[in-house]
């Protein structure tokens, strides 16, 4: 039953709702009976919200997620300094850690200047498409790089790296410099530097900076992103 009931709340990513009775069932692949015998439960404890448009996910687990140990005091020790990045550029700044695969956006400011990008907080991305994925996965242990350059690699753009060569080369050149580059792997007309943040010698996030392409000015980017990650990580160092 725990299971299902995750599976259930899973069934809301990216957006939190609001979804239909027969979306969620959908979703989970269960039975409509049972999914609603779900819905009610989670609703009863606060994990669901019932309004007139659907279901939404509940306050309960902004509360319990806002208290994630790591998460907490990551973003604690990140958002000074985020903001000192988004001064320097005034575009949008991204904050992400790994799980499994993927990038998980723990963070963000948006930049002045409006545009598409596919990242929100509490959202997933392909580790291999985006910046603060790839700066994520350079730092990892080299057995889970070897894991994910053994597995298919998932695609966003026809830009996406997919060609584990590529990427094994690419997390040679992130090691080297510091820094991730990414040129409309994630979202097309945007590019992308992430630098990662270290705790303890380990790798536990990373921080970018996303431009449209026509702004994308390494050169003048890059030394404020890695500074800042920098910055993070010794904060991190003094909270030990």
């Given amino acids: 039953m725990l299971e299902k009931s995750w599976l259930v709340l899973d069934a809301f990513r990216p957006t939190g709702g609001p979804l239909r009775l027969v979306e969620v069932a959908e979703r989970c692949h269960l039975a409509k009976t049972t999914t ?5 439960e989670l609703t009863e404890i606060g994990a669901i919200a019932r309004r007139a448009d659907g279901y939404y996910l509940g306050s309960l687990l902004f ?3 806002s208290i994630v140990p ?3 005091d990551l973003r604690h020790a990140a958002i000074p300094f985020m903001h ?7 575009e949008t700044i991204h904050l992400g850690v790994r799980e499994d695969l993927d990038v ?19 959202g997933r ?3 291999n498409c985006t910046g603060v994925g790839k700066a994520l996965l350079a730092y990892a242990d080299p057995g889970f790089i070897d894991e994910v350059l053994g597995r298919p690699l998932r695609r966003l753009t026809p830009y996406s790296i997919v060609d584990p060569r590529r990427l094994a080369e690419s997390i040679g050149k992130i090691q080297a410099a510091g820094l991730a580059y990414e040129r409309e792997e994630a979202q097309l007309g945007v590019a992308c ?3 990662p943040i270290f705790s303890d010698g380990v790798v536990v996030a990373a921080m970018s900076v996303s431009v449209p392409l026509a702004r ?6 890059a030394p404020a992103v890695k500074t800042a990650a920098l910055g993070v990580s010794r904060a991190l160092a003094r909270s030990l």
């Fill in 36 to 40: 609603y015998r779900l819905l009610t």
């Fill in 63 to 65: 509360q319990l997620g």
């Fill in 70 to 72: 790591l998460e907490r």
């Fill in 84 to 90: 000192d990045l988004y001064g320097a550029t005034h």
């Fill in 104 to 122: 998980i956006y723990v963070e963000k400011i948006r930049g002045r200047t409006s545009f598409s990008l596919p990242s929100m907080v509490g």
């Fill in 125 to 127: 991305l392909p580790l």
């Fill in 193 to 195: 530097i992430a630098a």
């Fill in 216 to 221: 994308f000015h390494p050169a003048r980017l």
